[in-house]
């Protein structure tokens, strides 16, 4: 039995994984609350220690920040070094993500917070992590085969996925969709008998955004501004200012279009699924065939995402900056955009359960959602290559569980 010295009460020693316990709450919190909402008292409280405690760990929340970002990459790093089996670098990918789930949402909301130098360092790591995995899918490759980094890409965009939202299956079952979903990415990824994307004469990666015309409207000028701003920086490192200036205005006349920034953040996302729920409304007006309808809101999906990566990028990543009525009102319109594509799913493949036919339906949206992000995937081919991996994701089979 511990008894007290004579001087006072006994001193409860620290846990020795006190620093990790800080680090994967930090992480967390930043995920779901963003990292601009979160501060170190906020970390303290939720471990269960005093703020002073927290800094002898961590001087400030962007070491934190840092951390968060080097720890997850390193896990990846560690588990594909040396593989060599593309399937078996899928497998090990997914156990990583299944245990921590911060990483993408992170870094497309919160990468803005970082330093230049720290984000570069990051930046290449996580291109050398996405390159690596890319080189194992194109030694197995053949003629005619969807680009390696595209497949590498949509299979971090699929794991990556619960990240944003966490999908409808048990918790138990996640890691066995997962592994399903990519290990269908990386076989239609390999498959030699795709059909060949059409190459558009004119794409976003032809363009130079800075050159681009904008609206006569000043108001819809200022909304494109603003979406492409936001998804390329970061919406807390955006002004009115900003947006003012690289319209040709002062900020403050943003106001006479905008009630505030947030104003135009709202306006961009419901833009997004006006957009959306039209291209369903002439979809299933046109057709009786589920597989026909859900093969043609794909292409709808995918040609949108590819035309307005901004707009996806910006609804993936700083939907969680609002909050009360607005983001209720949002989240429940996405519920039920996704909740039409899960009918049709459902329609075609009636013995999967409704959660099944849910989760497949996020994880096809998140490979398009995925790839359209990384700029350097922005070719004119790129909506046909991620159109045919994500609807390997919609027909993924799904083993029954043992």
């Given at each position: 039995m511990t008894t007290a010295p004579a001087d006072g009460p006994a001193r409860r020693a620290r846990p020795k994984d006190r620093k990790q316990r800080i680090l994967t709450t930090a992480a967390e919190l930043f995920r779901t609350d963003g990292y601009h909402a979160v501060s170190m008292s906020d970390i303290a409280e939720r471990v269960g220690i005093v703020p002073s405690a927290l800094y002898r760990h961590y001087r400030n929340k962007n070491e934190l920040l840092v951390a968060a970002f080097d720890e997850a990459l390193s896990r990846y790093e560690e588990e594909i070094e040396g593989v060599a089996d593309p399937v078996e670098a899928t497998r090990r990918i997914v156990h990583v993500t299944t245990g921590s789930r911060a990483l993408d949402s992170l870094w497309s909301r919160d990468q803005g917070h970082l330093r230049p130098e720290e984000r570069a360092v990051l930046l290449r790591r996580i291109r050398t992590?996405?390159?690596?995995?890319?080189?194992?899918?194109?030694?197995?490759?053949?003629?005619?085969?969807?680009?390696?980094?595209?497949?590498?890409?949509?299979?971090?965009?699929?794991?990556?996925?619960?990240?944003?939202?966490?999908?409808?299956?048990?918790?138990?079952?996640?890691?066995?969709?997962?592994?399903?979903?990519?290990?269908?990415?990386?076989?239609?990824?390999?498959?030699?008998?795709?059909?060949?994307?059409?190459?558009?004469?004119?794409?976003?990666?032809?363009?130079?955004?800075?050159?681009?015309?904008?609206?006569?409207?000043?108001?819809?000028?200022?909304?494109?501004?603003?979406?492409?701003?936001?998804?390329?920086?970061?919406?807390?490192?955006?002004?009115?200012?900003?947006?003012?200036?690289?319209?040709?205005?002062?900020?403050?006349?943003?106001?006479?279009?905008?009630?505030?920034?947030?104003?135009?953040?709202?306006?961009?996302?419901?833009?997004?699924?006006?957009?959306?729920?039209?291209?369903?409304?002439?979809?299933?007006?046109?057709?009786?065939?589920?597989?026909?309808?859900?093969?043609?809101?794909?292409?709808?999906?995918?040609?949108?995402?590819?035309?307005?990566?901004?707009?996806?990028?910006?609804?993936?990543?700083?939907?969680?900056?609002?909050?009360?009525?607005?983001?209720?009102?949002?989240?429940?319109?996405?519920?039920?955009?996704?909740?039409?594509?899960?009918?049709?799913?459902?329609?075609?493949?009636?013995?999967?359960?409704?959660?099944?036919?849910?989760?497949?339906?996020?994880?096809?949206?998140?490979?398009v959602n995925g790839v359209v992000r990384v700029e350097v995937l922005r070719t004119p081919t790129l909506p046909d290559d991620a159109r045919w991996l994500a609807a390997a994701v919609l027909s993924a089979p799904l083993p029954l569980v043992e």
């Open positions: 992590v996405a390159s690596g995995f890319a080189s194992l899918i194109d030694a197995a490759s053949e003629p005619g085969c969807v680009p390696a980094d595209v497949t590498s890409w949509a299979v971090f965009a699929v794991v990556n996925w619960p990240g944003h939202r966490e999908l409808p299956v048990p918790v138990a079952d996640q890691p066995r969709m997962l592994m399903e979903a990519a290990r269908a990415v990386v076989a239609a990824g390999l498959d030699p008998n795709r059909p060949q994307p059409e190459t558009m004469s004119v794409g976003p990666a032809q363009i130079d955004a800075g050159a681009r015309m904008l609206p006569a409207s000043r108001r819809e000028a200022l909304l494109t501004t603003a979406i492409t701003m936001f998804a390329a920086r970061g919406y807390p490192n955006v002004s009115l200012d900003d947006i003012g200036d690289a319209v040709g205005i002062a900020g403050p006349s943003v106001y006479n279009h905008f009630s505030s920034k947030r104003d135009i953040l709202v306006c961009g996302i419901r833009r997004s699924f006006d957009a959306l729920w039209l291209e369903l409304g002439r979809v299933l007006g046109q057709t009786t065939d589920p597989q026909v309808a859900l093969d043609q809101l794909l292409a709808g999906y995918t040609r949108f995402a590819y035309g307005h990566w901004d707009l996806i990028a910006v609804c993936l990543s700083h939907t969680a900056l609002l909050d009360g009525d607005e983001l209720a009102s949002l989240t429940r319109t996405y519920l039920d955009y996704v909740g039409e594509w899960r009918r049709l799913v459902h329609m075609c493949r009636p013995e999967l359960t409704a959660d099944e036919a849910q989760t497949l339906v996020d994880l096809t949206l998140a490979v």
